[in-house]
């Protein structure tokens, strides 16, 4: 789960830059996160306002998930681990049905710096569309 200093920066309305941008639109550098339908949040484009992403915290998940994200990933974004989280893209279905969340390609924030990047985790058997209950 998000670590508690993490977790407190991230309480308010937030902007991260992607210095990559996201998988797929790259070109888009700013976006907000925002409180959303806990246990939701979404991260809205600053320059394009269509688009947008409804995130989780992976850890709700899958217990520990943090841990299946190597250390080299974490470490790109900054040193200080303790204050990174990762969130989980999700694709919501009709009437809250088919909800799914992509736990291969996280996206990783340094809460210090508000800096972030999504990864792709290749080797982790893990799914882009792995179901929510």
């Given at each position: ?5 993490a ?6 309305d ?5 210095e990559?941008g ?12 925002r409180q959303f339908?806990?246990?939701f949040?979404?991260?809205q484009c ?5 688009l947008?992403?409804v995130?989780?915290?992976p850890?709700l998940?899958?217990k ?18 303790s204050?990174?989280v990762?969130?989980a893209i ?10 799914a969340?992509?736990?291969?390609a996280?996206?990783?924030?340094d ?5 972030g990047r ?6 982790s ?8 209950r």
């Amino acid at each position: 789960m998000q670590n508690k200093t993490a977790a407190l920066a991230l309480e308010t309305d937030t902007l991260i830059h992607f210095e990559e941008g996201l998988i797929g639109f790259c070109e888009y550098k700013t976006f907000l996160l925002r409180q959303f339908m806990v246990p939701f949040r979404l991260l809205q484009c600053t320059d394009r306002l269509d688009l947008s992403f409804v995130v989780i915290d992976p850890n709700l998940v899958i217990k520990n998930y943090d841990e299946l994200i190597p250390a080299r990933d974490w470490t790109s974004l900054g040193s200080d681990r303790s204050n990174q989280v990762a969130f989980a893209i999700c694709a919501i279905g009709p009437s809250g049905e088919g909800t799914a969340a992509n736990l291969q390609a996280p996206i990783l924030v340094d809460c210090d710096g508000m800096l972030g990047r999504q990864v792709i985790l290749t080797d982790s058997g893990l799914s882009v569309h792995h179901p929510l209950r």
